[in-house]
Every structure is written in structure tokens, then in C-alpha cells.
């Protein structure tokens, strides 16, 4: 089997395989931190070790007789867990688009591997059983190294398997148990990372939830049953609405800051808040409260100063957006509302935020403190978030700016050096911060070089017990 094609097609599918696993599995979908693929690891597992046996003997055996047969029987079970995994695929998550070709790709690509591969296997399984070595030289080596690699891949997907399956989060409905008999909450940003969360835990506990979600493909992250509505002009006069939660905005870390990026983040934030005040002013009755987000970027860079809600902001971006962002929820008051401006700090959880992002590399053992690791981190476990929400709806007495973050804010090193343990690896490859300058400038600089040491003594003073104060305690859930 010395075809140069073939071993040009198998070097092809083993880059794109490489690219699937390293950009989709492992940095976008992050799927070894999803329970819900606990079935698709398992399937993944299962394929690469069969890819084991076959990069082996292919790179350096000819098999023949009932050993060929063999290999043809390791190829169609190959095919059988594919077609397994995407139906897993298409019942368990939706495949981002870069992901769909991809696969799609690779199923050609196989498919003309097995256009010259098998027949020459059918061939093979009418002579004498016999396994005979041969070396195709560098292509030998490429096999070598395909199966050492995609049998690391093999156990660590088998591994993060069994990891998923202890990830089960607890009860939704527990989370919001503050709240009195049943509500009608009006929610906006309820496919982010946060407003998911809240949705399914109002939702199990047998509350109205009505989401704003102005993509309908993007409805299909919900799990629960919710009223959707594309515009707020849908919602009727008469409508009864005890609570609205503004959560809606463009993501701040998900990009550079360019002109364009800076102005669809200020303008996401206003034009959703605007709406959602203008729909307050129309309805009757009209909701008790409006708990609008904001974020601890609101005191601006602030070292090592502890910060409370009637600490002051110190100008730069963050401080320049929360500002308006607050200053527009804050016009509710006009009608009557009581208005509660949450000022959010780092959300912690798998299945998203800055924490995801960071699971990866520090599992690979590329982690550590970003620049002098000297900077604040202010934190909140997502659970503990969504009942703080609850909390503050709940209570009449709290309004105005509460500080949304656990009691005990840590620094950049302490965090790496904590989630290195959580995670059992090293965290020393720290950051340079000079690079972080010169590539992303003030982002760089507000979001990852600088920091607040925030405290949350409003929640506090009001009767919030926060589950994880700690960040170990969070770890410890969390992973």
C-alpha cells in the first residue's frame, strides 16, 4: 500500500481532524466541560482509539487474510460511531457553522480514502492470514505520530466523560425559591450565560418567563418552556409584568475594541434599556422593580482601593458605558419603578464567560497569572448570581446600585494559582503584559491588566448569604 495519494488524503484528514478537535471540541464548544455531551465524549473515545490500531498497522503492516478483514471491520465500526456522533450532535447541541463544513470536509475526504483503501483490503483478505511489517518511510512516521496523538485524545476524551457526568448542576428551580408565589418576569438577554441560567431556573420553579430574543435560531439554547417575543412591542398595555431583568448587551470581551466594536457596545446596552423603559411607561400595571446589569467596570481602574456602591467612578471606557447603561435604566424611577443597577462582576461557570475560556489552557498546563498578576479580581459563581437576582426582586427595600460580587475578590496570581489546583496543573506561564499592550491596547488594559476590588455590602447588609464566598468553594462546584 505505497500510494502516495492515499497518504496525501490521510495526511489531509489528520490535519483536519487535528483543526476539528483543537478549534471546535477543545477552544469554541468546549465540549470536555459540557454534561450535556456526555454521550458525544464517550463516542469520540471510542473512534480515536479505533483510529489507534488503524494509523498503526496502516503506517506500518500489511494485513492479509482474516487480518484484513479485520481492519475492514474496525473501518465500518468507525463509520457507525460517526454516524452516532451526529445524530448525538444534532440531538445534544447546535454545531456552529464553521464546524458543519468541517465535518462535512472530512466525510469526503474519508470517503475517498475508502475508494482506494478498500479494495485493496478485499484484495488483501483473499490471501494467507499473515501480517507482514513494511515501512513507507516518512509517511510511517506520520502515522506514528497520528496515533500517539489521537490516542491521548482517546483518554482524554474518556476521562472528560466521566468528569461531565459528576458536572450535574443542581435543582434551577432551588435558586429562585426567594421569590413569592408565582411571577411573571420579563427577561432580555436571556440566551447569554447568565440570563440561560435564570431562565430555566424561573421557568422549573413555575414562573412566567417572557424572553426578548430577537433571533429565533438563538431560542433554541433555552431548555425550558418561555413566552418569546422578538419585539417589546408585542407585549400588550394590560400585560401583567411583576419584574423585568435587563440583562441584553454585546458582549465587551469577545473582540478587540475598535471604533465600531466600542459603539456597538454602548449601543446594544442603550437602545435595549431605552426599550425596555419606554415599555414600562406604557404598561398597566406596571412592574414593581427593574433590575438592569451593569458591571464593576463602573468605578473604572482603581488598584488596590476597596470598593463599595458609594465608592466613585473613575473615567475610562467600562466606567463610560455602565455610566449610560445605568443613567438609562435609572429614568424607570420617572414611572413609579424601583430600579435596582447590578453591578456584575467576573462570572464563573463552564458554560461560559471568562472562566470557560480559561479551562482549556490551563488543562493543558499553559496557564498562568496575566501580567504582574498584582491586578483585582472581582468574582461571582453564576448560581450564586441568578440568586441574587432572585434576592433583590424580591426585597422592596433594596434599589440602586448593588455590587455584584462574592465578599472575597482575589488577584490575578492567586486566581491562575487556584484553578491550577482545582485543575491538578501547573499555572507559572504567565502573561507579559507589555505584549497584551501593543496587541489590544485598552482592552488589554481594562479588562485584563487592570481591576477592581470590589466589595458587595448592599447585598450583604440586606440578608444575601452567598453560597461560594470563596473562590476554592466555587472551584469546587464549579469543576
Not at 407 to 425: D, K, M, S, T, Y
Request: hydrophobic share 50%; net charge positive; proline share 4%.
Amino acid at each position: 500500500m505505497t500510494s502516495t495519494v492515499l497518504w496525501v488524503l490521510i495526511a489531509i484528514q489528520i490535519a483536519m481532524g487535528g483543526f476539528d478537535t483543537i478549534y471546535h471540541h477543545e477552544m469554541t464548544e468546549r465540549l470536555a466541560w459540557r454534561p450535556s455531551q456526555h454521550h458525544e465524549l464517550q463516542l469520540h473515545a471510542a473512534r480515536t482509539m479505533l483510529y489507534v490500531g488503524l494509523f498503526i498497522l496502516l503506517g506500518w503492516f500489511e494485513a492479509h487474510g482474516l487480518a484484513a478483514v479485520a481492519v475492514l471491520v474496525i473501518l465500518t465500526a468507525e463509520i457507525i460511531i460517526t454516524l452516532l456522533d451526529f445524530v448525538e450532535e444534532d440531538v445534544s447541541r447546535k454545531l456552529p457553522a464553521s464546524e458543519r463544513v468541517t465535518h462535512t470536509l472530512l466525510a469526503v475526504n474519508y470517503g475517498a480514502i475508502l475508494a482506494i483503501l478498500v479494495p485493496v483490503l478485499i484484495g488483501w483478505a483473499a490471501n494467507e492470514t499473515a501480517v507482514k511489517p513494511v515501512f513507507h518511510g516518512y509517511w510511517s512516521g506520520l502515522a506514528t505520530l497520528a496515533a500517539l496523538g489521537v490516542g491521548l485524545l482517546s483518554l482524554r476524551d474518556f476521562a472528560a466523560s466521566r468528569r461531565v457526568a459528576r458536572l450535574q448542576r443542581g435543582a434551577p428551580a432551588e435558586l429562585v425559591r426567594v421569590l413569592p408565589s408565582r411571577q411573571s418576569v420579563l427577561l432580555t438577554g436571556a440566551t447569554g450565560f447568565v440570563g440561560r441560567r435564570l431562565a430555566e431556573a424561573l421557568a422549573s420553579a413555575g414562573h412566567e418567563v417572557i424572553a426578548l430574543i430577537r433571533s429565533p435560531a438563538r431560542a433554541e439554547v433555552l431548555t425550558v418552556p418561555v413566552k418569546l417575543i422578538a419585539s417589546l412591542d408585542q407585549i400588550a398595555q394590560g400585560t401583567r409584568i411583576d419584574a423585568v431583568v435587563n440583562l441584553a448587551g454585546e458582549p465587551i470581551a469577545n473582540g478587540l475594541w475598535t471604533r465600531a466594536k466600542r459603539q456597538r457596545i454602548l449601543d446594544s446596552r442603550l437602545e435595549a434599556t431605552r426599550d425596555v423603559v419606554r415599555l414600562i411607561a406604557r404598561l398597566d400595571p406596571r412592574p414593581s422593580v427593574l433590575v438592569s446589569a451593569s458591571a464593576i467596570g463602573w468605578y473604572g481602574l482603581r488598584g488596590d482601593e476597596m470598593l463599595v456602591e458609594s465608592s466613585e467612578g473613575e473615567r475610562c471606557f467600562t466606567h463610560a458605558v455602565c455610566d449610560a447603561w445605568e443613567g438609562a435604566a435609572a429614568q424607570a424611577r420617572s414611572h413609579g419603578v424601583r430600579v435596582v443597577r447590578l453591578r456584575i462582576g467576573l462570572v464563573l461557570g463552564t458554560q461560559g464567560g471568562m472562566l470557560a475560556r480559561l479551562l482549556t489552557p490551563f488543562e493543558f498546563g499553559l496557564g498562568g497569572p496575566i501580567g504582574s498578576g498584582s491586578q483585582w479580581m472581582s468574582w461571582i459563581e453564576r448560581d450564586d448570581l441568578v440568586r441574587l437576582i432572585a434576592h433583590v426582586i424580591a426585597k422592596p427595600d433594596l434599589f440602586g446600585a448593588v455590587n455584584a460580587t462574592a465578599p472575597a475578590p482575589v488577584r490575578n496570581a492567586e486566581f491562575a494559582a487556584a484553578l491550577g489546583r482545582a485543575l491538578h496543573r501547573p499555572a507559572r506561564l504567565r502573561v507579559p503584559a507589555g505584549a497584551l499592550r501593543r496587541l489590544a491596547g485598552d482592552f488589554a488594559e481594562e479588562l485584563l491588566l487592570g481591576g477592581q476590588r470590589v466589595l458587595p455590602n448592599k447585598a450583604l447588609s440586606r440578608g444575601f448569604v452567598f453560597r461560594h464566598e470563596t473562590l476554592r468553594s466555587a472551584f469546587e462546584a464549579i469543576l
